[in-house]
């Protein structure tokens, strides 16, 4: 068991509500699982969720923690979510954040993977659990997977709140850290994996997390939030046949970053000279490229390959394990910080909330540091 694990049993303290009960606080945004079925469709409506859940005993068990629901205003279905929404739960765990022991936040699947991304980095010095989960099936219908995923995240919230720092969703049985996650079925329960990082914990008969792959509490013991999305930042899927002119309609000023989406190891079609010029006269104005691997599995690692290496002649940073979701909001997040764009290519390659993994035979400049914390 980890030293800084002990440390939390000994030092984590609780804000018991009138029960006892740790207590959890609950953002919940709209998406499936507090959706009524309509003539056109299922649609988030206001005060749906907390009704059904009225009418479910096992809500109000004496194992289940105390929980308070804030709901967004309007409710959203997550493909309307945007960082002005990362920005307003952000906001709400910040104000709430002495007086509960950990955070639930209700999404819908689609972008959930964005969400738990850009809340890892913008949650800063975080030392309590933030979860989102979610569901397939809405909780009105007699089948669904919503109760299951909400029932054992407050469990699991209650239990482990002074031990799990850090951002997480939970869906079907997996625990997974929020920046390894993404999207990967539209109709099976288990809707997400982390490909390239074990999860965190699996719930079955009991509910059992691996320690030794949590992270530590941050220093600070105050929480600070990051305000994100200003940046002009996007991504970019590679595929054959690519016309160079569309990348660089998409490179042009006021243009500081890109998620490129590219083939295998991080590979791309360097062979196309008005491709490498796109890319080279981007760089060249400080335009940050971060290649990832369209792949659900592996590493954009532009060492191994002729045209990885031709990439990174041209300015192109490779971005190793990190899933497209949480490049993109690591740009946001370094690029928020004000730092340059030769330091955000530095700190791309860095682990800083456990977002990716460099290859350990490889050095890839200076560290996060205290000054890049402090901007």
Known sequence: MPGWLLDAWREGGDHPGVSGKPRIYVVYTGGTIGMRKTAHGYVP???????????LPRF???EV????IEEFEPLLDSSNMNPSHWLRIADQIRRNYADYDAFLVLHGTDTMAFTAAALSFMLEDLAKPVVLTGSQIPLEET?????????????????YHALLPEVMIYFGDKLLRGNRATKVSVTGFDGFDSPNFPPLGRAGIDIDIDWELVLPPRERSELSVVAIGSAHVGAFRIFPGLAPRLLEALLAPPTQGLVLECYGAG???????????????ATARGVVIVDVTQALRGSANLSLYATGRAL??????GGFDLTAEAALAKLFYLFAKGLSPERVKQLVQQPIVGELTPPASEFFGTAWTAADRQR
């Open 45 to 55: 409506e206001s005060g749906h969720l907390q009704r059904l859940l009225a009418e």
């Open 60 to 62: 109000r068990d004496v």
């Open 65 to 68: 923690p105390e929980f308070v």
């Open 143 to 159: 089948r669904n997977d919503a109760q299951s995923n909400l029932l054992t995240a407050l469990l699991l919230l209650g239990r």
């Open 267 to 281: 590979n791309a079609p360097t062979a196309d000279p008005e491709f490498m010029r796109v890319l080279a006269e």
């Open 312 to 317: 990174l002649d041209v300015g192109v940073v």
